[in-house]
């Protein structure tokens, strides 16, 4: 699997954007997906994960309630839209795969990294 991220940008606090992540591959819906976020100066974190269905997510307690992941397997897509978003929002945002069906919410449980897309949000 092959992953590219896009749809950051610049966006004003309390405004929305829409990441998405197009997989190529024939492969994935094998793997569970995720977004993961690095802001400047810190450690890579996990934001929301989904299995490989679609039926089950899982989010970071910081985005819970702002972010919706979801995906479309014949599409190869995932997709994060961010809502109500905040300055402690801005960092590159990375969609990866895992294989299997469940996700995690460890980074070393992903095996395939897109390039990252930065989303900056202003105050």
């Known amino acids: 699997v092959q992953l590219q991220a896009s749809g950051g940008g610049l966006v004003q606090a309390g405004g929305s954007l829409r990441l998405s992540c197009a997989a190529s591959?024939?492969?994935?819906?094998?793997?569970?997906m995720a977004w993961f976020r690095q802001a400047p100066g810190k450690e890579r974190e996990f934001v929301a994960g989904?299995?490989?269905?679609?039926?089950?997510?899982f989010y970071a307690d910081s985005v819970k309630g702002r972010f919706t992941i979801s995906r479309e397997n014949t599409k190869n897509t995932v997709l994060l839209q961010m809502n109500n978003l905040k300055p402690e929002d801005t960092a590159v945002y990375y969609c990866a795969a895992a294989p299997g069906a469940y996700g995690s919410r460890l980074l070393a449980a992903y095996s395939k990294w897109g390039q990252g897309t930065l989303v900056t949000v202003s105050s």
């Open positions: 591959g024939r492969t994935f819906s094998n793997n569970a």
């Open positions: 989904i299995n490989w269905s679609g039926s089950s997510t």
